[in-house]
């Protein structure tokens, strides 16, 4: 029906702008017969009736459409009224369809409720088995750990009686040990009456001097920066050969004790005695000055010089407090005399320069164990870092697991109880409330 008087609202707008043009037409027609003179009359009224005609025209035109449009809107009236008849019968069948679906969702909501209370039930007394289940494991397995708690109680004391006995043991045996020693320092004051006969014997105390001399450098030294009764290319064996480093070079120790002329100094009663005491003292230092100057330092195979192990820090001592030019003597000739003391004092000195070069050969593998170490150190404290958070996360797991056991505990008391009011006192505010998933 809108649509209709928009329709002639529209054909009454055209007629009166048809009726204004003609009236314009007119008045135009009128003012150009009064302008115009006489000589253009003829030629104006042509003109005016051609215009008269095509309006004429334009009328017929009108009058045409006007027609025209009424048949169209009385076919539009007619599809208006099938259109409204067909709407009566669709709202008809659409209201039928919704009482229909509305019978439909009410039998499934009864259906879906009884169901899900089903389910509920069965879940609930699922959840209590499952519940009294997990308490007996509980059960059994805190009775586990207490057995197992009480099994290293017992170990450990047994443990500890053992220990106990072990270390009276021990105590008997060292009581024993120190019996023994007791008899060995019995035995060794004879035995140094046999040390007397020993170095009475010039073989037997060259010996002493070299076992004396191995045992000091076999402590001070590693064993391959060393070798004992070295033979030179002279042919001459020394005693001990250090492999130092140029420089200075392999260095030789030999070992000697003049002894016998020591004696006779410290025995001498008369001035001559003294004398001539002194004397063969020098002549015997002197000549193992000589020998082992001679002997022991070749160029271009040993060190520039060479040590003179004396076995004895007295005689050492008597030297350097009475003799000290047969000490310069040994400087100037490049041997120089050591004490057991001195010796030891000498060794670790070289064992510094053996380490040093050492380490000078090993840089690149010092720094690559570094390396190796450093990273080492580093993966450490990752696996510390990542051990200290599954230690915490484990604690945590452990105090949440006490929490629900503790919480599951008071539910099966409940149910035990029937106590259901108070679990819905109490479990109210946690109730996840059912609903209808999204089509």
Known sequence: ?????????????????????????????????????????E??????????GQMAQRVDQLATGQAHLDGNLQAQAQSQGQIATLMEQRLGEVQVNMHENLAKVQRSTGENLASMQQKMADTMAAQQLQMQENLANMQMRTGQALNEMQEKLNASLSGNAKQTATSLTQLQERLQTIDKAQENITRLSGDVLSLQDILS????????????????VSKALPSDSYALQHTLSNGKRADCLIHLPNPPGPIVIDSKF???AYELLRNAETQGQLN???????????????DISEKYIIEGETADGALMFL??????AELHANFPELVREGFAARVWIVSPTTCMATLNTMRAILKDARMREQAGAIRKELGLLYADVERLGTRVENLDRHFGQAAKDISEIKIS?????????RLDNFDFEELAQTDDDKVVPLTKPDP
Request: hydrophobic share 50%.
């Open 405 to 413: 056991a503790d919480k599951a505990g008071r539910r099966a008391r």
């Open 1 to 41: 029906m809108d649509g209709m008087d928009e329709a002639i609202a529209n054909m009454e707008a055209m007629a009166l702008y048809a009726a204004a043009g003609i009236g314009f037409a007119v008045l135009v027609l009128f003012l150009l017969l009064r302008g115009a003179g006489q000589k253009r009359a």
């Open 258 to 260: 003049p002894l016998e």
């Open 201 to 216: 014997n010039k073989q037997t105390r060259g010996a002493f001097g070299e076992i004396q001399l191995t045992d000091i």
């Open 276 to 290: 001539e005491a002194a004397r063969m003292l020098r002549t015997s230092v002197k000549k193992h000055i000589k």
């Open 43 to 52: 030629r104006t009224e042509a003109v005016i009736a051609q215009h008269m």
């Open 311 to 316: 076995p004895s820090e007295a005689v050492y």
